[in-house]
T-cell receptor, first 112, second 115 residues
């Protein structure tokens, strides 16, 4: 089975902490994405990457950064977590140019 | 700005009661329209891609259709296991980077099928 694996299903962090969310895919996809999903707001794109060491801002990049040092791994970093970053975070991957995304199971982050 | 509106927000059906979900969109240069299914606590799962008006795709009890302004997901004789949130997304040019396109999601329709 092809897979996108997110490192943590549930995290609880304190305001101001640095948070790392990691995502690994085994499909050799060029594109990788980080979304957040909130009730009433739907899925919103934070960042995406179309190649190793390449990244593009999505619709809501403020307060986040990303790292892609290897093709299979895409990390989302919250430099200083805030309560408004409490959310479900979803990683996805795809071949180039397609909207057929493969999603991970999600990481539910709570910032206290 | 690309917009995707899904209706209704929630739909409750009896098992066997057929219905349709709607996805209306405003986008410049539609490259594709995508349907996903999302179960509670899980990531979305891809269902269909539609590229041009008049196109139809089917999978088991689901059929997706596309016009120039909207898409419908028809559910025929649904079963309780079809209960999920169904998401629609449109793909259009939106970012730099050559062949990369922007995917804009609707907020979804929560479908509940009662036995």
């Amino acid at each position: 089975d092809v897979k996108v694996t997110q490192s943590s299903r549930y995290l609880v962090k304190r305001t101001g902490e640095k948070v790392f969310l990691e995502c690994v895919q085994d499909m050799d996809h060029e594109n990788m994405f980080w979304y957040r999903q909130d009730p009433g707001l739907g899925l919103r794109l934070i960042y995406f990457s179309y190649d190793v060491k390449m990244k593009e801002k999505g619709d809501i990049p403020e307060g986040y950064s990303v790292s892609r040092e290897k093709k299979e791994r895409f990390s989302l970093i919250l430099e200083s977590a805030s309560t408004n970053q409490t959310s479900m975070y979803l990683c996805a991957s795809s071949p180039p140019g397609t909207g057929e995304l493969f999603f991970g199971e999600g990481s539910r982050l709570t910032v206290l | 700005e690309d917009q995707v509106t899904q209706s209704p927000e929630a739909l409750r059906l009896q098992e066997g009661e057929s219905s349709s979900l709607n996805c209306s969109y405003t986008v410049s240069g539609l490259r594709g329209l995508f349907w996903y299914r999302q179960d509670p606590g899980k990531g979305p799962e891809f269902l269909f891609t539609l590229y041009s008006a008049g196109e139809e795709k089917e999978k088991e009890r689901l059929k997706a259709t596309l016009t120039k302004k909207e898409s419908f997901l028809h559910i025929t004789a649904p079963k309780p296991e079809d209960s999920a949130t169904y998401l629609c997304a449109v793909q259009a040019p939106g970012y730099s980077g050559g062949s990369n396109y922007k995917l804009t999601f609707g907020k979804g329709t929560l479908l509940t099928v009662n036995p």
